[in-house]
Antibody, heavy 120, light 108 residues
């Protein structure tokens, strides 16, 4: 089955760090661009970061300098390292697969999300 | 990418058509994508490249573009279409992505 499953979320104190993981199955994540998108409670979707097949990465200005997106092709997994967490990082974090190259810059497969809650 | 503006909410009677707009100056030369998000679920891609529909998406969902405004139309709204809808765009190099403010559709 083609799917994405995120893990690694939880309750974290402000200033802490977290590494989120996204396991892809049914397809090779390295053949696609992959992204992280988050959604704060009761709010809209916010793009966080993207990694392309060749390894190029881009981050949203709101998190630049505090996050690192990476990929382990051998394990078909995507990661997101978030440092110096603040309360405004509280959100559901989704892993998303990019459309096939040539179909533009959108996301055609999403995981169920993992919840990150930053609180003391 | 600049902010994409959507109406916060829309109410539509079952069987009627719903039109959701998404506006930004950048949309004049960038493609737009549309997602549906039902409560407690992950987003689902409905439309890509302004008007293309992925396999498995019902034909009642369609997209169009005119200048700086793009529109998602749901023809013959069904009860299951009650959800939040988001547009999304990216710059032409794929280095910056932005989602719209979201529209909650209520089916009467």
């Amino acid at each position: 089955e083609v799917q994405l499953v995120e893990s690694g979320g939880g309750l974290i104190q402000p200033g802490g760090s977290l590494r989120l993981s996204c396991e892809a199955s049914g397809f090779s994540a390295s053949d696609n661009y992959m992204s992280w998108v988050r959604q704060a409670p009761g709010k809209g979707l916010e793009w966080v970061s993207i990694i392309y097949s060749g390894g190029t990465t881009y981050d949203a200005d709101s998190v630049k300098g505090r996050i690192t997106i990476s990929r382990d092709n051998s394990k078909n997994r995507l990661f997101l390292q978030i440092n110096n967490l603040g309360t405004d990082d509280t959100a559901v974090y989704y892993c998303a697969r990019g459309l096939p190259y040539g179909s533009g810059y959108g996301f055609d497969l999403w995981g169920p999300g993992t919840v990150v809650s930053v609180s003391s | 990418s600049s902010e994409l503006t959507q109406p916060p909410s829309l109410s539509v009677s079952q069987g009627q058509s719903a039109r959701i707009t998404c506006s930004a100056d950048t949309l004049a030369n960038q493609y737009t994508y549309w997602y549906q998000q039902r409560p407690g679920q992950a987003p689902r891609l409905l439309i890509y490249k302004d008007s293309e529909r992925p396999s498995g998406i019902p034909e009642r969902f369609s997209g169009s573009s005119s200048g700086t405004t793009v529109t998602l139309t749901i023809s013959g709204v069904e009860a299951e279409d009650e959800a939040d809808y988001y547009c999304q765009s990216a710059d032409n190099s794929g280095s910056s992505f932005v989602f719209g403010t979201g529209t909650t559709v209520t089916v009467l």
